[in-house]
């Protein structure tokens, strides 16, 4: 009996708790969604574009920049991967080169 006492109080503390933190939690997400709103309102918008068209082409755009990053990054990448195989395929050559000359290898 007195276990099921203690249970009780703890479920209604930890509704409290839970109900208090999401109320803090969606206070702060509106708030901080309202200052973007406005933000992107006054400095991201064009031409009589509405705030969820300017993020949608923002985010469109950076989708784009993204891409384009990753396309150059794996050009260089296999750029920098061939010049280090021919770096080696020379360091090869070089080797068996000198070693014919010494009479090493015939």
Known sequence: ???SKLVKVNEKIEKKVV????KIEESAVGGFNKIADKFVDSF???DEESVEE???RLAAEQ??????????TEKR??????MVEQGL????????EARKRAGVDK
């Not at 990448?77 to 061939?82: F, H």
């Open 54 to 56: 300017a993020r949608e």
């Open 1 to 3: 009996m007195a276990k």
């Open 19 to 22: 109900g208090g933190y999401k």
């Open 89 to 96: 395929r020379n360091a090869q050559n070089a080797t068996m």
């Open 77 to 82: 990448s296999k750029e920098q991967n061939a």
């Open 44 to 46: 991201l918008t064009k």
């Open 63 to 72: 989708k784009a920049r993204e891409e384009k990053n990753a396309a150059e």
